[in-house]
Each structure stands twice: as C-alpha cells, then as structure tokens.
C-alpha cells in the first residue's frame, strides 16, 4: 500500500488530469476537489502545499501560449548559462549537478566493478528508483504502476549490465533528500552517465536549461552545434537514465505542446508546472 505521500501525489496527479482535461471550462474549487477524493478545504491546502499556488494557476503555465512565451525566452536563458557557467547560477538554478562519463572502455565493460547502490523512495513526483556509485548517480527513473519495481531494477541492471547491486536505502535516501527537499538543494551532486559521445553532448545541454525555463528539440540542437540532428537529439533526449537531475522533462515540442515522456506524460506535466510555480518571473 502507497504511504501518505505517494497517495497525496496520486490525489494530485488526479486533479491535474481533470484540470487538464476540463480547464475550458473553468471548473471550480468544489469539482476539482471531488475528482481528486477530498475536500475542498484540504485540496486546496493540499495543492497549496505541493506547488506553492493554486490548482488553477499550476494550469495556467501548462497553456500553450504561456509554454510558447517562455520558448521565446530560452536561448537567451540557455546563453546565459553557458557564459557564466553552472557553478556561477545560483539564483538560477535550484540544483548543481556536474555530469562525468565512462571512459570508452569503460562503456565497453559495461560497469564492470562498479558497486550500484540501490532503492526505491517518495519524491514529489511519485515513487522512484535511484542507483548511487561512488562516482555519483548513476540511475534514476520513476514508477508508474507496483508492478513496475522489478522492471526498472532489471533496466538499471541491463544499462550497467556487469555492475553489483546492493540494495542500500539508508544510502540512497540521503541522495533524495538532498534532490528533492529545497533546503539541501544547493549542495552539489554529481552525476555518472554512460552513453555515446553525442548522447553525453546532448545531457549536457539539458543541463544548461534552468527551472522554469523550457527548450525545444531544435533548440537542444543549435546548443551542441548539430542544428540538422533533430532525430538524434530526440533519441538521445528519450535515452536519459538520470530523470529529473538531467532534465529531459524541459524539453517540448516548437509549438508548445508538452509531449510525451519516457515516465508518464502527468509526470512531466508536474515536473513543469512545479517549477514553473517557483522560477516564473511572473510570481516574484
């Protein structure tokens, strides 16, 4: 059975489908609040709580013309974080995560010697599986049914497929803490990705979008110079093993569109509004 918050994101997950799904028709507080199973009161608090602003207003920054004004905004963003640097983005960006790559070699062995500490948590965004080296996050990705545990340990064993895993929540959890909770957000964390050469450019850019801000494919390709590469970039975007920390979820379709996304289009629907909620120049 999902614990108090894996059931509150669920109530919340619900109610942004509904908003999704009715928002033309500006439902209230009271409708919105039965579709997710509580009162009016406590959703209202709930939702609050979650985001920082009202179910309402999470909808609005998911509209198409508002997620087209802020495509407008990113290469400048992307810009600016390239000149200055990640380290440098501090009233930017709410994580500071460095990004390392196996060696040739290395990706030939395929982990071989790694020890991949393992374990499911809560985040704000639904249960996930994180795998934790000591070289940094090597894995993380999010569970969309029960039944998909053993499916997700079994993809973080085929990527690093001659790694050890061991699981370790006491480890792991110390890891989400410092992703999710906001207090511990400026402590640097560090990444270990494996893939080609192209595909490390690509989670490389990913990083350069700030929270709140969000890019498009082709803006993805003009930032690592292969402006022609649209499918290979999409590939590679798609290919992401690091969720969240390496934000794939920022990346949408030209015309505003969110898109789909490897964990559940809702998921990245939420990853977005939440951020959005809190860098949106507009709520300062």
Not at 170 to 192: E, G, S
Request: aromatic letters at 10%; one cysteine or more; proline letters at 5%.
């Amino acid at each position: 059975m999902a614990n108090q918050d894996e059931y509150n994101y669920q109530r919340i997950e619900k109610a942004i489908v509904y908003l999704e799904q009715n928002f033309l028709k500006q439902p209230s507080l009271l409708e919105v609040a039965e579709e997710a199973s509580v009162s009016p009161y406590h959703f209202q608090r709930l939702f609050s709580e979650w985001a920082g602003i009202s179910p309402k207003r999470f909808m609005q920054f998911l509209t198409v013309d508002y997620l087209k004004q802020r495509l407008k905004e990113a290469p400048n963003l992307m810009a600016l974080a390239n000149d200055a640097g990640l380290s440098g983005q501090a009233r930017i960006y709410d994580l500071f995560t460095s990004l390392e790559a196996v060696t040739p070699q290395e990706y030939k062995q395929g982990g071989k010697g790694l020890q991949i500490d393992v374990g499911f948590h809560e985040t704000p965004y639904g249960l996930a599986l994180i795998g934790a080296s000591s070289r940094g996050i090597c894995w993380l990705s999010f569970i969309t049914a029960p039944e998909q545990r053993e499916v997700e340990l079994n993809r973080l064993q085929t990527h690093w497929e001659n790694s050890t895993l061991i699981q370790n929540e006491q480890r792991t959890q110390a890891f989400v803490d410092r992703i999710f909770d906001k207090h511990k957000a400026n402590h640097k964390l560090h990444v270990l990705v494996k893939g080609t050469n192209f595909q490390v450019k690509v989670w490389e850019a990913l990083l350069r979008i700030p929270p709140g801000s969000v890019s498009t494919y082709q803006q993805v390709a003009q930032a690592i110079h292969q402006p022609k590469a649209l499918q290979a970039v999409g590939s590679a975007v798609g290919a992401n093993h690091i969720a969240y920390l390496i934000p794939c979820h920022r990346v949408i379709r030209k015309d505003g569109i969110l898109g789909e996304y490897r964990w559940e289009p809702i998921r990245k629907k939420c990853m977005i509004g939440m951020e959005m909620a809190l860098y949106s120049p507009t709520d300062r």
